[in-house]
């Protein structure tokens, strides 16, 4: 009977303290004074948040009814949702050595939303060392460089505490937590900045350099690529929340659309670099219009982070990056510009940087780590060996592709360079063929015009001698009209064939010759004998030549002035038909103005133009059109102004300004 009773007790005890024996307390995590904790999450026991109270929870805690499986509690939980863990501490037994007792709680979890952590002391005091929520304004304290700490828990000596941690994921989930002294914290953080620096230093360094190296060479896509780097830079700055705390640290609302258009804004300019790259590097039928859409669609996908909640355009955001990234390997591996070993190194470099790259935002999208790897890290590496990839890769390919154009374009330019030394020796000849040709024109010219002065005044000759041998033999008269229909002939053979030449625009104009010093002389001298020379034809025609003296005297060469005023008079006295033909001076300031006035046909404005130019006559003049124009041209080259007013049906007027000779000015303006 007692060993039944006894067995039954046994049993008894056996079922009552079985439950007790499984669900034994957490063990305290030692603190060692000269060694931080830097896996403190192993130690932690985890539970959802339901809304249950720190004493509740940590009664639980106490009785072992966490679990230590943070994966398995995570897959619990929808997202967003928060994660309580809690962990012993004991502080180290003796203080008095002067070693720090305290601690601070480090958080390296990529994309935290919400970090409480909670000190539960034994006596049932509760102590809030850190409260940060991202959705609320920045807070400078809670970080040391990008590093969620606590405030320090001061322990006693030997005394055991809890630590209860409420943490709301991001994109990932996983924890790592350590606990390290507020001097060691201090060390690392310092660390941890100047690893910081030399990260983004650098790497804005290269940035930079790759900007100036592709406008340099005037690459677009180079440049594009080198866009696409910046923002991917400035995304990796966005995980370490710098824009947060620098640009808006007051307004936490903006934090999160900020990122997600920043991102879609990164994989819009990925969608049209790759467009660009198969624009200019490949041949034949691609999909550049493809990506070109592509990048429209991801810049409108912008509005959708200001209309939908974040849990749905984050995860699109993600595969549209891993697409993207996907579209780079294709554009890689139908790049043609680059030839042999170029482009393979090209390819492979592209494709292993790009592929780790995905597989990064892939971890992102599943809500996950990779073991030890710090997630902040891991994208910084990723990041840099992708931009190192990308600017080594196409400036390897771009230099060498430069060289070979460079070097295919020396070779042209030799060419260009033989063949300039070929035209440069045809444009010497062609040079000296043109001047010995305007030589010619020149002479040419310069002998129509002799030949057109010679042909008035011999007229001029020929009715006056005809009227001297009026009564000798016949055959003297013959002989005489003979040497003159020879003269005749003669200069207007040299006219006719130098205005052909000037019809088919093969002369120039003859050069200006520099004037001689001429002593002043009257202006009768000239004004008799044009009356000498064309009375008699003027009287053949029935016209009154009155010709009106002065004693005016000129610097102007006699030959120019003759020349001017005989071709004026021969003119008027050929195309006026009745009346008369009048030449004088009159007085203007300190000039005359020898004015030749005919009664004649009259010209338009229009045909006054025309007539001052060379070849250039009526349709009615047996002339060849030169007089008028060896008038202005010799005025103009001799600083003389000559004028013209004409009417038709009226007549025409003719004014010559010239200078008058300083000595003789006062005499005629007493003359005048």
């Not at 603190?31 to 539970?47: E, I, S, Y």
């Not at 809670?142 to 700490?149: A, E, K, M, T, W």
């Not at 003119?571 to 030449?583: E, Q």
């Amino acid at each position: 009977m007692k060993a039944v009773i006894a067995y039954i007790l046994v049993c008894l005890s056996v079922l009552f303290l079985a439950p007790s024996a499984s669900a034994q307390a957490p063990a305290a995590l030692q603190l060692d004074p000269d060694v931080p904790v830097a896996n403190a999450d192993r130690a932690m026991w985890f539970a959802a948040d339901s809304g249950q109270t720190l004493q509740s929870l940590k009664r639980r805690f106490q009785d072992g009814e966490l679990s230590q499986d943070f994966a398995a509690v995570g897959a619990q939980v929808v997202p967003y949702q928060a994660i309580w863990g809690l962990v012993s501490i004991l502080a180290p037994g003796s203080g008095g050595d002067g070693k720090e007792t305290s601690r601070v709680l480090v958080s390296r979890i990529h994309g935290l939303i919400v970090l409480d952590v909670f000190l539960l002391r034994s006596d049932g005091r509760v102590e809030q060392l850190l409260a940060h929520d991202i959705r609320m304004p920045f807070s400078p304290k809670d970080y040391s460089i990008n590093l969620l700490r606590s405030a320090p828990a001061d322990l006693e000596p030997g005394e055991a505490a809890v630590l209860a941690v409420r943490m709301v994921h991001g994109a990932i989930e996983e924890v790592d937590f350590s606990l390290e002294s507020p001097s060691e914290h201090a060390s690392i953080a310092f660390s941890e900045g100047l690893k910081l620096v030399a990260f983004y230093a650098f790497l804005g360094a290269c940035l930079v350099f790759f900007i100036v190296f592709s406008l340099a060479l005037g690459s677009d896509v180079e440049f594009s690529y080198a866009l696409l780097l910046l923002l991917g830079l400035a995304f990796v700055a966005y995980l370490d929340n710098f824009p947060f705390r620098w640009l808006y640290p007051e307004s936490p609302g903006l934090h999160l659309p900020f990122g997600l258009v920043l991102l879609l804004v990164l994989v819009a300019q990925g969608f049209f670099t790759a467009g660009l790259s198969l624009k200019r590097y490949a041949s034949g039928p691609s999909h550049q219009r493809l990506f070109f859409v592509a990048c429209a669609i991801t810049l409108a996908c912008i509005s959708l982070v200001f209309l939908l909640p974040a849990e749905i355009v984050a995860p699109v955001t993600y595969l549209m990056m891993v697409a993207m990234l996907a579209a780079q390997v294709y554009c890689v591996f139908r790049w043609d510009a680059f030839e042999g070993a170029r482009r393979r190194v090209v390819r492979w470099v592209m494709f292993v940087t790009i592929v780790g790259f995905s597989l990064s935002v892939l971890l992102a999208i599943a809500r996950t780590g990779v073991g030890e790897i710090s997630i902040p890290w891991l994208i910084k590496g990723v990041y840099t060996t992708l931009a190192f990839g990308i600017m080594a890769g196409l400036s390897t390919g771009l230099i060498e592709l430069r060289r070979e154009h460079a070097e295919a374009l020396a070779r042209e330019i030799e060419a260009v360079r033989k063949e300039a030394a070929i035209a440069r020796d045809l444009l010497k000849a062609e040079q000296d063929y043109s001047r010995a040709r305007d030589l010619a024109d020149r002479r040419r010219l310069q002998l129509a015009s002799m030949s057109h002065d010679i042909k008035q005044p011999l007229s001029a000759l020929r009715l006056t001698v005809e009227a001297m041998t009026r009564d000798d033999p016949t055959a003297t008269r013959a002989r005489l009209e003979e040497a003159f229909d020879y003269i005749e002939d003669l200069t207007l053979g040299h006219l006719e064939e130098t205005r052909a030449e000037a019809e088919q625009g093969s002369l120039q104009d003859a050069e200006a010759v520099g004037e001689p010093d001429t002593d002043p002389y009257e202006v009768s001298l000239i004004l008799d004998t044009v009356d000498q020379m064309f009375s008699a034809e003027a009287r053949s025609k029935g016209l009154d030549l009155r010709i009106v003296n002065s004693s005016a005297q000129v610097l102007i060469q006699p030959l120019v002035l003759m020349r001017i005023v005989s071709n004026l008079v021969s003119n008027a006295i050929k195309y006026t038909g009745s009346g008369r033909v009048l030449t004088g001076v009159r007085r203007r300031g300190d000039c005359i103005v020898l004015q030749v006035i005919d009664t004649g046909p009259g010209m338009s404005a229009a045909e006054l133009t025309r007539y001052r130019q060379a070849w250039q006559s009526g349709t009615d003049s047996e002339g060849h059109g030169l007089g008028l124009a060896i008038c202005a041209e010799l005025a103009a080259k001799h600083g003389l102004v000559l004028d013209a007013w004409s009417e038709p049906g009226r007549g025409t007027v003719f004014s010559l300004s010239i200078p008058v000779s300083p000595g003789a000015r006062d005499l005629v303006m007493s003359q005048g």
